[in-house]
């Protein structure tokens, strides 16, 4: 069965970086992209960006456009999703999801990973 | 950028009855629509995609109707597993795509 498994939480100061992994299983990993979506506590759905995992074309929302970059290791079925220059308004559950045949329908998502910016 | 509006915000409902969620788009998306439902604690799950096809799984009791910029979800009768969050998001702008902001079903 289709899986996205997510790294675990993270604790981070203003103006680190973070990288959050999500290891997919149950299927040909470089048929479909990886999206990402991020969700502030208490607050909605925010997409941040999408890549290719069949080339590595990648498109970033413009509110993270600079200080984001998203990966692949087909080697391992993982996607990399890394932050860099965390605000406080970076306190969100960041989630990784399967793109549907890249049309932009997330069929398979992963389980979320919380991700805590604060001095 | 396109911007999707739901509504209500908050739906009170009782098990048994229905549900019409509403989502507006700013501008035509055609069909490019999906509806995600979201229990607390928990990742989105697909309902519907193409405005009004149900993805694998999704009980019957759930439907999707519109095109252009109006669209609707509707439970026909609401189950216990029902009580959550549900976004629209369209695709007709892919790989960049918006979310509505939500609309919570509570138990009246």
């Given amino acids: 069965q289709v899986q996205l498994v997510q790294s675990g939480a993270e604790v981070k100061k203003p103006g680190a970086s973070v990288k959050v992994s999500c290891k997919a299983s149950g299927y040909i990993f470089t048929t479909y992209g990886i999206t990402w979506v991020r969700q502030a506590p208490g607050q909605g759905l925010e997409w941040m960006g999408w890549i290719s995992v069949h080339n590595g074309n990648t498109k970033y929302a413009e509110k993270v456009q600079g200080r984001v970059t998203m990966t692949t290791d087909t080697s391992t079925s993982t996607a990399f999703m890394e932050l860099r220059s965390l605000r406080s308004d970076d306190t969100a559950v960041y989630y990784c999801a399967r793109d549907l045949y890249d049309t932009g329908i997330f069929d398979f998502w992963g389980q979320g990973t919380l991700v805590t910016v604060s001095s | ?108």
């Fill in chain 2, 1 to 108: 950028e396109i911007v999707m509006t739901q509504s209500p915000a908050t739906l009170s409902g009782s098990p048994g009855e229905g549900a019409t969620l509403s989502c507006r788009a700013s501008q035509s998306i055609s069909s490019n629509l999906a509806w995600y439902q979201q229990s607390p604690g928990q990742a989105p799950r697909l309902l519907i995609h193409s405005a009004s096809t149900r993805a694998n799984g999704v009980p019957a009791r759930f439907s999707g109707s519109g095109s252009g910029t109006e669209f609707t979800l509707t439970i026909s009768s609401l189950q216990s597993e029902d009580f959550a969050i549900y976004y629209c998001q369209q695709y007709n702008t892919w790989p960049a795509l918006t979310f509505g902001g939500g609309t919570k079903v509570e138990i009246k």
